[in-house]
């Protein structure tokens, strides 16, 4: 017993000399002892914190989406005289959900194409464009790949309202025919006009603005048939 209340008194004055000795070190300021579940805590709070959002992560951001979305749709933009700003970073997220879209409309149209199909075809039109402005830039105005699909599947845009018109309606009409000649030109233009303010040279718009009407007539088509 006598050893037990011995035993009790040392680990009181340990405990004493402790509290002390902590507020001699620190200078009295509060100190927040360890604690397992507390540090867990804090760890936890930490990560979530420095946790970056899930479409970050993946690199989708619906308001470069939709910025780019409304640019290409404002008539402002194909304008000579109208600057148009465009982010220097390339996104293809938005060029795929466009894609997606046009395929989907295809379907629901019946027209027998999958997205397979679509796909293929504008990667062979974005290589050979990437290959075409490559060719007719100087040196200094190398375009990459990424800038070339990004541009021209954003540009789609057009396209994809008028597959999606082409569900409800019928295009084989002299209102069809007007409808995709608007759709084509527009984004022949949009594309045209983003390429050139890339490129520096104004004077061959003409020239960049011919591949696209070529590649987006081509998709027209497969809209109409």
Known sequence: M??????????????????????EKFNGDNIEYF?????????????????????????????????????????????????IEFINESDLVGPILF????????????????????????????????LLFNLMTPSNRFINFRTVASVLGYCLIPLVCL????????????????LISFCVIWSSLAASRIFVLIIGDKNQQPL??????MAYSVITLLILF
């Open 2 to 23: 006598l050893k037990n209340v011995h035993v009790h008194d040392e680990i009181q004055k340990f405990s004493e000399y402790y509290d002390e000795y902590i507020n």
């Open 99 to 130: 894609c997606l879209i046009l395929a989907t409309a295809l379907f629901l149209s019946h027209k027998n194409l999958h997205f397979n199909f679509v796909y293929s075809f504008l990667m062979i039109s974005c290589t050979m464009t990437f």
């Open 35 to 83: 604690n397992a579940q507390a540090y867990n805590n804090n760890t936890k709070t930490t990560d979530q914190t420095d946790e970056l959002p899930l479409l970050e992560e993946l690199e989708i951001y619906p308001e470069v989406i939709l910025k780019r979305t409304i640019e290409i749709l404002n008539p402002k933009n194909l304008l000579p005289e109208q600057s």
């Open 163 to 178: 597959s999606i018109i082409s569900i409800f309606y019928e295009l084989k009409s002299f209102f069809g025919s007007i």
């Open 208 to 213: 960049i603005a011919y591949p696209c009407f």
